[in-house]
């Protein structure tokens, strides 16, 4: 499947979300078994709060998984914004003017590793490792280890509100901006160009993509996402400090390759990794119900992490089996028949 196909997939799913789809209901199933509160409607909804800041983060790092790198530090970034909210709602800004600027910060933080990692050519995983410990050490600067929990009540209400006391606000926004992304990734030169770069991002450069700006975008925008995630924090959590969402970027990580994004680069869908996430969060919910200790939920986060980046391995060595089976068995159907001596 070239790169074009599989930018041009939208909502067409694949076997492997498909299978997505049926271990989704499998967890549900075993859910509800583990707790008989699990089926209420009230709760699921409640529950989709387990994946929507991760949700966000995770379509940011989507993006830059597809064109071949990856970002650790998305988690620190989305720590600065949420410090940021804190100072804008301490000075008297209205939410309409922190929210912009939340948002600038992230893109420039984002675009930061952008530079270092497309600019520099420096490997993505050692820079983002260490942006990652001095975003979140800026965060500390900016906010220091006292919480901020004063908001004013404009900055909880995408992050608390529910729309006819059901549905999250929050989760209105996750789909606007999942469709957004699909659009953007699946339907625009841009995201053709991200599958491209991630394919092979030299052949890329010879047909004329910007490799260098489009990864710097790709982190950009990964960082502005981070910094609408911020907004879901501070009205989910009502308070702001430099550890939020410390340790998050395991699930995230995880939910992104779980979709079946090549870490590699140059395949993934959003679709995918909307799936992805709603089984992990209907899993942390089941476990969350059934009194599931915290280290045992790492453990089965951490398996699914190894699972997903063992799949794409499997399925290429399978698919290499099977090639060269074809070719033995065509080889045996075509070989000429040896003929008698002497006759």
Known sequence: MNACTKA???WKPSAWEVFLVVLIAVAGVWSSVLSPYYLSLDQILYSTRQFLIPGLLGLGLMVVVITGEIDISLASILAVGSVLFAK???SGLPISVA????AVAGVALGTFNGLLVAGFG???LAVTLGTMGAY?????IIGSEIGYTDFDVSYLYVGSELVFDLIPVALLLFGAIAVGVGVLMHRTIFGRRCFAVGNNKDAAWIAGI?????KIQAYAL??????VAALVWVGQYGSARGDNADGLILFVVTAVVLAGVDINGGKGTVLGTVLALLL???LRNGMGLANVAGPTQTVVLGALLVLGVLRPMAMRALRQAKLVLALKTHRRQTAEPVKPVGS
């Open 99 to 102: 929210v912009p600027l939340v």
């Open 122 to 124: 420096l490997p993505s």
């Open 8 to 10: 041009g997939r939208f």
């Open 136 to 140: 979140r050490g800026l965060a500390f």
């Open 88 to 90: 804008c709602s301490a």
């Open 222 to 227: 990964a960082g502005g996402l981070a910094g």
């Open 280 to 282: 992990l969060g209907t």
């Open 210 to 214: 910007g490799v260098t700006r489009l």
